[in-house]
């Protein structure tokens, strides 16, 4: 069978070699209705050899309510669990801020609690908002940061529902 000719130039053929899952748009088409590379992704990085994915979306937009921001994540996931996962991917330092990942996990538990439940239910839904960075952007020169929101006091109750994470190819 003859090979056909696309008409694919030396620029292209450069611009592919050099894709990586930082390129956008990459990313969105490697992603796409894609459970096993998220799974495997979210594994590797939770390091949960277990964890097993139920559902996976690209740009998934979470709207504002009336003239407040909305978010839209790279890639949303959902495992058996019921724990929530954006997955963001970011070359420039300026969209990973901490504050960022505080307002994507704030709309995801927005959209956690369904009317007439009890508050005490997002105690079992864990939010996880992973950041994967071209650069340290945290500069502690470690290969993975897992941040926990804890309380500074001893106390029996558990608020440790919600991650952020950062990683990136230079850590």
């Known amino acids: 069978m003859a090979r056909k000719n696309f008409d694919i130039t030396p620029e292209q053929i450069k611009e592919f070699q050099e894709a990586t899952l930082m390129d956008d748009d990459f990313m969105r ?7 096993l590379a998220t799974q ?3 594994r590797i990085i939770m390091d949960k050899p277990g ?14 309510l009336d003239e407040f921001h909305g978010v839209r994540f790279d890639v949303y ?7 929530q996962y ?3 991917f ?19 538990t927005m959209r956690t609690l369904e009317k007439d439940e009890n508050f005490s239910v997002l105690e079992k ?11 340290d952007v945290l500069k502690g020169k470690e290969p993975i940061y897992r941040i926990k929101r ?22």
């Open 51 to 64: 964890l097993e994915v139920k559902s996976v979306s690209v740009q998934h937009n979470l709207p504002g």
């Open 150 to 171: 804890v309380i500074p006091i001893r106390s029996p109750v558990k608020f440790d529902v919600i991650s952020f994470i950062h990683t990136g190819p230079e850590n």
């Open 90 to 108: 970011q070359n420039d330092a300026d969209g990973a801020d901490p504050h960022r990942a505080d307002f994507n996990c704030a709309m995801m």
């Open 40 to 42: 495997t992704v979210l």
């Open 125 to 135: 839904r864990e939010r996880v908002v992973i950041f994967i960075t071209k650069t």
């Open 77 to 83: 996931a959902v495992d058996y669990d019921g724990t």
């Open 86 to 88: 954006d997955i963001e």
């Open 29 to 35: 088409e490697f992603f796409r209705d894609n459970i």
